[in-house]
């Protein structure tokens, strides 16, 4: 159900381009005529976009990738610092592997795991500082 997240703008159509689907009809005309601006991404950017949402929705895949980009981990190593099984960790790493958001390299017997793209972890620490920062009486919700 998830898809690879490439990271590539190129990746996403209309993208590099900057018309979109807007000019191609169906479902981007459709979008116009129901008033989206001209200068929106594209309806697919949107969709990538929630994808890496979704990636990141468990606070333990969160922390996983905010760890693995800051530097390249094992799967013990990784449990003992975001306080989980390693069995836990493994099933995560496989959901953020298969979207593309780390790999494994093979070091012997060794595995070893980094990040792919940082720019996740650039949005996640963001809504963490964001979280921290503005803490509404005791309320865990992001600040409106």
């Given amino acids: 159900m998830e898809a ?3 990271g590539r703008p190129e990746a996403i ?3 590099a381009s900057g018309n ?3 000019n191609q009809g ?5 979008a116009m005529a129901a008033g989206v601006g001209r200068d929106d991404p594209p309806t697919q950017a949107f969709v990538l976009a929630a994808e890496a ?3 990141l929705a ?5 922390h996983i990738v905010l760890a693995l980009t ?3 981990s094992g799967v013990s190593q990784l449990a003992l610092r975001v306080g989980a099984t390693p069995q836990a960790v493994s099933q995560h790493l496989a959901k953020l592997k298969l979207a593309g958001a780390v790999r494994l390299r093979s070091e012997g017997r060794y595995h070893v795991y ?3 793209d940082p720019r996740l972890a650039t949005v996640a620490r963001m809504m963490l500082d964001k979280t921290i920062a503005e803490p509404v009486d005791g309320d865990t919700r992001l600040p409106a």
Avoid: I, V
């Fill in 4 to 6: 690879k997240l490439s």
């Fill in 13 to 15: 159509p209309g993208a």
């Fill in 20 to 22: 979109g689907d807007a």
């Fill in 26 to 30: 169906g479902e981007g005309a459709t």
């Fill in 53 to 55: 949402f979704g990636l």
């Fill in 58 to 62: 468990s606070p333990l895949r969160l």
């Fill in 70 to 72: 800051e530097r390249e």
């Fill in 114 to 116: 980094q990040a792919t």
